[in-house]
């Protein structure tokens, strides 16, 4: 498919702000959800990676396409492509959250670029975001977002980032490993928490007839919140920087490993694993 890439890159620079409050609520939901998968916080310090449920679009119900997300062409651009993934970004943390904190979440449209993949074309959108609080800016984030076409083929990799290959494990051994059962009330809890709608992370007719997985996908940033977690419990803090992309879809049904090793130059690489041993998503971390 051709597109239009000029009129597409007017969108660059386009902005939205949203307020949010971390609330008890939201702490323990997440909490009750993700444990015993997360990493130690302060008393008052909001769970690692609970940024990305907070401040989401809530688009009325009329306003939602196909998919299950809100239509394009307000704040994201009119990408004439029906297939969307969370194809990776980074993370970088200045401060933490805490239970209780107004949250003001800015974003900026950074970015459209378009490439050929092995199924199509694709069209790459970068969205900065700025988590801040009243004592500042606690987070920075880039999320990269990917468009593709329909295709019959099952996407079987994830074909979503333009981003640099991140450094490979020297081996599959980890210091640490988690497993997580990626279960249909899993994704749910997880959208919930996030006011995500998109119909592969819930509609099993969906998912598997329509958009070609083989069964409920699991999230990109799901993945990434353990990940982040992970990264923090074999550094000992939050990372001050995390990279991540998406490798390969995960699907539920299964149980699934994060796992994480120190390097010995420093710096920390996380990855998830289906339970075919195959890399769904990776992480690079300091």
Known sequence: MQLDLATLRQWIGRT????????????QEYRATLEPNLAPVATDDAP???????????????????DGHAAKGEFLPPVPLPRRMWAGGSVETLAPLRVGDHVRRRSVIADVMVKEGRTGTLCFV?????????????????????YREATSATPQKAEASD??????????????????EATPVLL?????????GHRIHYDH??????????????????????????????GGAAPSSFRYRGVSPLISGQRFAVRGRRHAAGGIHCWTE????????ESESA
């Open 205 to 234: 007719p969906y998912v598997t007839g329509v958009e070609g997985y083989a069964g409920l996908v699991v999230h990109g940033p799901l993945q990434a919140s353990l990940m982040f977690n992970l990264a923090a419990e074999l």
């Open 188 to 196: 749910f809890r997880y959208s919930a928490m996030t006011f995500n």
């Open 16 to 27: 939205m702000e949203a307020d949010d409050i971390v609330t008890p609520r939201l702490a």
């Open 48 to 66: 690692l990676a609970l940024h990305w449920c907070l401040a989401p679009p809530i688009t009325p119900l009329s306003g939602i396409g196909e």
């Open 163 to 180: 981003a640099p290959e991140l450094r490979p494990p020297q081996s599959r051994l980890a210091d640490i490993t988690r497993h997580v």
């Open 274 to 281: 289906d339970a075919a041993g195959k890399i769904c998503m």
């Open 126 to 146: 970068s969205v900065d975001h700025e988590y801040a609080t009243e004592r500042g800016v606690a987070l920075t984030e880039r999320h990269n977002i990917v």
